[in-house]
């Protein structure tokens, strides 16, 4: 299948980019049941690691077995599959260059104290190179104390994938430092996180929906001022996607803790709406039985494919 017009226009947003990154986001682009349309939906399964075992595959345990979660994103018609390294070398060779995968290089464990959070550097772009990958992908909390560590360790982690031809995905959370509960999914802080990752180089970022609260009193003032309006979904994904580069980068948005079929496709039809690139959906797709989450993922397809 040859690049559609929409993915030779996202490509070239990366005018800096070597060819080896162009065909990885490319690859990224023209898989699964979205290939060619410029919308993506992820399968990320990291969530062992960062919230434990019984949370995570407790409610289907199926999803113990690291090859359940590459059948799925396949089944499914995902564009591409992210995990940390144990999980990826369980289940890296069972679709070789079908399916394409993300090697999430940091993490941080549930068992620590969550306020500060600074995830340990658990796999390598020489592991991602080895398994195939097509991007390795990190997270960041801006806000916490610990942030300017972990921007250092982007960079360096950024400019070595890049030189090898990997793609970058910044999973961009803020979190800790004078960030409330109610704050960290605030638009005007979702929007500043996700200007981050892409200033941090990502080709892909990815951030939670927001809500309508603007927690920042001097961006209230400005947003204000020129008559920004919150009150939809659509609204704010707007704002989010103009925040990241005027939507010169891919955005992609997380699904969040379990809910209701209704409500995972209403925020998806608010992010479609809004311009948003797409979804990046774990537990709310493997903690169901295997068959309902396959059809909630191509519900979720559908939505981006204009259905
Ligand atoms: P979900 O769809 O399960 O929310 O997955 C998206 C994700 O970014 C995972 O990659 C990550 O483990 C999880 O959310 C982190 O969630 P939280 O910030 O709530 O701990």
């Not at 509960?181 to 979702?190: H, L, Y």
């Not at 925040?243 to 948005?253: N, S, Y």
């Not at 409500?263 to 903690?287: C, M, P, Y």
Request: hydrophobic share 40%; proline share 6%.
């Amino acid at each position: 299948m040859s690049l559609t017009p929409r993915v030779r226009e996202i490509l070239s947003w990366y005018p800096s980019d070597n060819p080896g990154v162009k065909a990885n986001l490319a690859r990224m682009l023209m898989t699964g049941r979205l290939a060619g349309t410029g919308k993506m939906v992820i399968l990320p399964v990291d969530q062992g690691f960062e919230h434990g075992p019984d949370r995570t595959f407790g409610p289907n345990p199926a999803g113990y077995d690291p090859c359940y979660h590459a059948n799925l994103a396949v089944d499914a018609g995902c564009n591409a599959y992210a995990a940390p390294l144990g999980q990826l070398e369980a289940a890296a060779d069972r679709f070789p260059g079908v399916l394409p995968l993300i090697l999430k290089l940091n993490n941080s464990d549930s068992l620590g104290g969550p306020t500060q959070p600074w995830p340990a550097i658990t796999g390598s772009v020489g592991d991602a190179l080895r398994l195939g990958c097509s991007a390795v992908g990190f997270t960041i909390y801006p806000g916490s104390d610990h942030r300017n560590e972990a921007y250092g360790e982007i960079r360096e982690i950024a400019e070595e994938a890049k030189a090898n031809g990997i793609a970058v995905v910044i999973w961009s959370y803020p979190r800790g430092g004078g960030l409330t509960k109610e704050g960290e999914t605030a638009v005007d802080v979702v929007a500043y996180a996700a200007h981050i990752a892409a200033q941090l180089g990502a080709h892909i970022v990815k951030v939670k929906p927001p809500t309508a609260t603007v927690a920042r009193d001097e961006n209230r003032k400005v947003l204000d001022k020129v008559g920004a309006k919150f009150d939809t979904m659509a609204d704010r994904i707007r704002h989010v996607v103009q925040a990241t580069f005027a939507g010169r980068r891919i955005v992609v948005f997380s699904g969040g803790e379990a809910k209701d079929t209704a409500a995972v496709l209403d925020e998806v039809r608010g992010i479609h709406q809004g311009g948003g690139f797409g979804s990046i959906v774990g537990r709310n797709s493997f903690q169901r039985k295997h068959a309902d989450g396959v059809q909630l993922l191509q519900q979720i397809m559908d939505v981006y494919a204009g259905k």
